[in-house]
């Protein structure tokens, strides 16, 4: 399909496989937030998905340090060098005009791939059963991964790195807002030695993610609670859905405590599935609910390649129906970060793009379905607890902190399904720890223990 004129000097996103960056008949224009063009994205046919996936299974083997090898040389790439005509602040301001994330949200994570890469093997490693050794293997479940990829957080396609250590071939659907991050992943792969057929990058519509799923062995998929739905009891698939991760405060506040509430909301503009979205409290939740709308309210509004940038921007039609998503959740509770900002909850930069203003609900029960939303910028709700009500209120967590000194509860709150991950006190910078588990080990869904005996 001809380019028209006005996105002929645009950059490409290429479809990218066997080493080859190829041109698609389907292509859209993506835009930045400010609402310019900033590449035009080739789009993969569900036929060349098909044959891509067909062609790696019959990519060579690899061993294992040469894989790890390959790996930490291609995070010093994507950190430090110029991919496909790209420096690295290129990518970052790229990467931050598209996805609407603060542009120092990508700048940290230039260093975060280029640390965890060479640390690859040891976080592989410690995935392994320990019973894995003389009467078991520890094998792959399939060769080629497809993995349906998000928009949300740059850091999120370390996972698929993973895979990568683990002994698949990669095929990635980039999330529509962010073909940048697994572009130059891609590229800087190729760049440190991967062979062409281990590695594929496959820009799609989202019915090009249900032929993907569909072509490959495994498949990763982040995706809303309805992808979650779609695919529960596919045990091909594993979906990393909304995160709705929770504080429990149950004890005294002070200010050192209020700053790690407002980092753990607040902290990458509020996009992580691991920012907080609710804090229950054993105190006056009122009263924690104000003073966390005072702070958060303090956040302030810049335009998203900006240094100072900590909130996320949107086009503005966008942020109004995030808002509005918002408000109908809220069913009359209201925003006490309101009368901060003169009611106005968007802070209109231009007249494409709103940053969004986090937001503090104070409700008067943890059963409102109001703790169920999340939303891709600082917004939490803010609710009462009593030792009594136990551990039923923080299930279905992704992270849970616990600030409390009673141990039996951090038990139990160990031993409860749909826990994923429990932080007891301020554990600070947590999420960048490449060891801790993000929604259990990935090696648990790609590999499986098998007997092996020998004479």
Same mark, same amino acid.
């Given at each position: ?15 990218? /496989? ?78 931050? %005009? ?5 542009? /120092?949200?990508? /700048? ?22 320990? *019973? ?13 991964? *497809? ?10 396609? *370390?996972?698929?790195?993973?895979? %990568? ?23 800087? #792969? ?11 990058? %496959? ?68 996009? /992580? ?128 902190? #616990? ?32 060891? %801790? ?19």
């Amino acid at each position: 399909m001809p380019s028209s004129p006005s996105t002929t000097a645009l950059p490409a996103i290429p479809v990218l /496989r066997g080493g080859e960056r190829r041109t698609s008949r389907d292509t859209r224009v993506l835009h930045g937030v400010d609402g310019a063009p900033l590449a035009t994205v080739h789009e993969a046919p569900a036929l060349v998905t098909r044959l891509t996936a067909r062609a790696m299974r019959e990519a060579p083997r690899t061993t294992r340090e040469e894989r790890l090898t390959v790996l930490a040389a291609a995070g010093r790439l994507f950190a430090e060098a110029t991919l496909a005509g790209q420096s690295p602040e290129e990518y970052c301001r790229a990467q931050a %005009l598209a996805s609407g994330v603060p542009v /120092r949200v990508a /700048r940290r994570t230039l260093a975060r791939v280029r640390g965890d890469s060479a640390l690859l093997g040891e976080v592989v490693g410690r995935q392994a059963p320990i *019973g894995t050794g003389r009467t078991a293997r520890w094998a792959r479940r399939g060769r080629v991964l *497809g993995v349906i990829a998000p928009s949300n957080h740059p850091g999120t396609h *370390g996972a698929w790195l993973q895979a %990568l250590a683990l002994g698949y071939r990669v095929a990635v659907r980039p999330g529509a807002r962010d073909p940048f991050t697994p572009l130059r992943l891609v590229e800087a #792969l190729l760049a440190a030695g991967l062979h062409p057929d281990w590695i594929s990058l %496959l820009p799609g519509a989202h019915d090009s993610a249900d032929a993907l799923v569909g072509a490959t062995d495994l498949a990763l998929v982040y995706g809303s609670e309805s992808t979650v739905a779609r695919h529960r009891g596919n045990d091909r698939v594993l979906v990393r859905g909304p995160g709705r991760s929770k504080i429990l405060l149950d004890g005294p506040v002070d200010d050192e405590t209020l700053d790690h509430l407002v980092t753990e909301i607040a902290a990458d503009g509020g996009v /992580r599935c691991t920012n907080t979205t609710a804090v229950l409290t054993s105190g006056d939740h009122r009263a924690l609910a104000e003073a966390l709308a005072e702070r958060l309210a303090r956040l302030p509004a810049h335009p998203v390649t900006e240094d100072a940038a900590v909130l996320p921007v949107r086009p503005l039609k966008e942020a109004r129906a995030l808002r509005d998503t918002l408000d109908r959740a809220a069913q009359g509770a209201r925003d006490l970060t309101a009368r901060h900002h003169a009611g106005e909850p968007l802070a209109v930069l231009d007249e494409h793009a709103a940053a969004l203003r986090p937001a503090v609900l104070c409700v008067d029960g943890w059963d409102h379905p109001g703790l169920r939303t999340e939303l891709p910028f600082p917004c939490v709700w803010v609710a009462p607890w009593r030792p009594s009500d136990g551990v039923a209120p923080l299930a279905d967590s992704l992270a849970l902190t #616990l600030l409390t000194d009673d141990a039996e509860l951090v038990g139990e709150a160990m031993d409860t399904p749909g826990i994923r991950t429990v932080l007891h006190g301020r554990v600070r910078d947590w999420w960048t720890d490449p060891h %801790l588990p993000h929604d259990g080990y990935l090696g648990q869904f790609l590999k499986e223990a098998r007997g092996f005996a020998a004479p």
